[in-house]
């Protein structure tokens, strides 16, 4: 800069000086000398952050307290307007009313009421959401591969909505004929192949329809099953709360870092099935690492045979994985998405692994 | 007028109000604008003021200058969510003011892009280009501050006093041509000093109105100072009394505009911008100078006693210490664009009274070759000594 400021520019500088900056900042005399770099301090008190699931009496890992002070948000969703309770979502499956066609084939009928909601996608923060059932992400539909799924869509909100369900089916039955408002159309078709899939609404502009919260996931099951398991359904979500392209928050189930306040409990070397789903918006991918451990990767759940064995995975937008693994030790364990930008805007979370013979 | 005609004026003056009262009333509650409310999201404006970083935090001073409260609901730093805390209250109603403290490490040299997420969703963006410790008022930083003020502003006012003999021994043709010299000196500050008003606004929150604050600041000096000179010169009389008066009003005048510049000094220096020093600082030396040539000019045929000149070096040079102080450490957009518009009135009023002088003394003779030849070659010193800080 050496002398070659201007006064106009000074002035400008005066203003950014009262917000703490400087234009191209050289430091020469010993004014700043003592201006020091400020350190992180890390370690000190454990924060409030994790104060959910401390009743184990667990073995706690305090290094995870100490390297994730200060970051999160302050004070807590309130579930009965978070638009879905992370807990119940991970594990809740509707298998739809189940009857028999006079063929043998099994028949399951489901309802999908699309509505308009405001959601607290973070404490205190709002966002006009569309929904399914009035949750984000709508329910999780589960049947049997051959099964007759019948799914009855009423579109109950202020625009054209509709459901394309990935999978096999009819060109009718595609799900990109908006439904307009006040209107029922009824999907059906036979569900497959087995995996682990998606449905959404398809209706232009599409960024807008799905981002506002018009997702869900489906699952076929291969028809002899998979293992007993844990299952759990992770949803990688998004939520851009100022709508110009970029997303302020990130999670998987809708609620920024939820399962880093209150652990996800499971047991000791019990055997964990991650549905995971990549539905984020704006972005092109998003991924999930698992701290400790290594998973089974089958992707899109269409074969029974793992194709890999990693503590890593990246997904495009729509792409799924099932990931299985157990845990050998108990404790606490971090798993996130590995791009630090997400965790640090909320995809980030906690394993409590209960030891064996614990209750 | 009896009482009961006096009864009868209030009433007259009242009754219009009570209707207004009737139909903002009817308004409120029966007005159209109910229309609208669904179809707009709520307009809000937070401007940030100023941000303090500290050893690991990072102090951020907003106000809500929109028409609503906004509830700052979270806060990021560098894209990552951060824990706070936000006094008085995360609610800041219109025009209130709140502090967010974050506990944040922070690393000196490297920028900080801070982001309030607001309850409706909407991210109020401010960026820190260039993190470096903000000053604390200790003495070291005081006196730092006090040896700038003085260089810049004081020893340059006094200096310029120097060249009182020299004016005295010129004739009155000379005398006016340096009273336009002065004319033209102070009409250039006068309008660097507004220009730099009108640019601060930008900074000040929307419902405190810059521009009109500027506006009030500026002809609320330029008409108030005319009430008080025109007081103190009749008490003062015409002759070198009311000369003196003018001399100090000059002094006024630049001790304001002064201000303004320590403010932009102080700021500077406080963010770490030194290296801009001394060539700066020689520069504004030499600029300032003549400033103290436009204080005595009008008292060049006078004997004011030494204390009234050290008087007016004083007012004139003192306010850039002061203005180095505010501006090294409570620097706000409002008050440095108050200070400026303040600044810029009482010089221009300064300039009116000095060709009120002129044309007393002249007659109506007040566009002489002389007289002009001495406002151009004013505006020129400014425009020329301006290059060096320039
Ligand atoms: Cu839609």
Redesign the pocket.
Known sequence: MGGRLSRRELFRLAALGATGAAAGGVSGAGLMAGARAARASAGGSGGGMLAAAGSTGLPQAPEAHGAHEGLGTVGEVELRHAGVDPMRYLTAFDWGRVSRLPSGQTLREYQLV?TDREIEVAPGVRFAA?TYNAQVPGPTLRAREGDRVRVRFVNA?T????IHFHGFHDAAMDGIEPIARGRTFVYEFDAAPFGLHLYH???QPLKR?IHKG?YGVFIVDPPQGRPPARELVMMMNAFDTDFDGENEIYAVNTVPFYYLRHPIRIRQHELVRIYLVNITEFDPINSLHLHANFFHVYPTGTSLTPSEYTDTVMLCQAQRAILEFRYRRPGRFMFHAHQSEFTELGWTGFFEVIPDGAV | MGPSERRRVVLYGLAPLALLAAVVVLFLRYGPLGVFEAAFPPVERLTVERVVLRDGEVVVHVTNGGPEPVTVAQVLVDDAYWRHTITPDRTIPRLGRAVITIPYPWVEGEPVALKLLTSTGLVITHDVPVAVASPAPDARYLATFTLLGLYVGVIPVFVGLLWFPFLRRLGRRWTHFFLSLTGGLLVFLGVDTLEEALELRAGVPEALQGTALVAVGVLGTLLGLTLVVRRTARAAGGGAAGRLVLAYLIALGIGLHNLGEGLAIGAAYAVGEIALGTFLVLGFMLHNTTEGLGIVAPVARDRPGLAHFLWMGLLAGAPTILGAWLGGFVYSPVAATVFLAIGAGAIFQVVYELGRLMAQQAGDELMTATNVAGFVVGLAIMYLTGLFVA
């Open positions: 699309a569309w909100g625009h054209p909505h509709n609404c398809h209706v329809h018009l």
